[in-house]
């Protein structure tokens, strides 16, 4: 996380809490592709792969693909734990 100013019992002050948070978000942002957050953002609502292909006229693979590399990127064991993680961070917007 970037250095914030802090109060004088060590936790960040609200609006340097709040400047590290939308920092984060930021970093989450530009972890994956344009195209990957929308792939994620299709799974954190529920589409399988198929539907997600049908959905943005590409492959099942192509969407596996896409899947496969965003949980590469943010060192996602599964899908859902990059679901979580895209919740998590702020990454997707639901």
Do not use: C, Y
């Amino acid at each position: 996380m970037t250095p914030f100013s802090h109060g004088s019992d060590g936790h960040p002050t609200s609006s340097a809490r709040e400047r590290e948070v939308l920092s984060d978000m930021l970093s989450a942002t530009q972890i994956l592709t344009p195209r990957q957050t929308e792939v994620v953002r299709l799974a954190v609502l529920g589409l399988t792969a198929k539907e997600t292909a049908r959905r943005l006229g590409i492959s099942k693979n192509t969407v596996d693909e896409h899947l496969q590399e965003a949980r590469r990127r943010v060192g996602a064991a599964s899908k859902s734990r990059l679901i979580g993680w895209a919740i998590s961070s702020g990454a997707v917007q639901l």
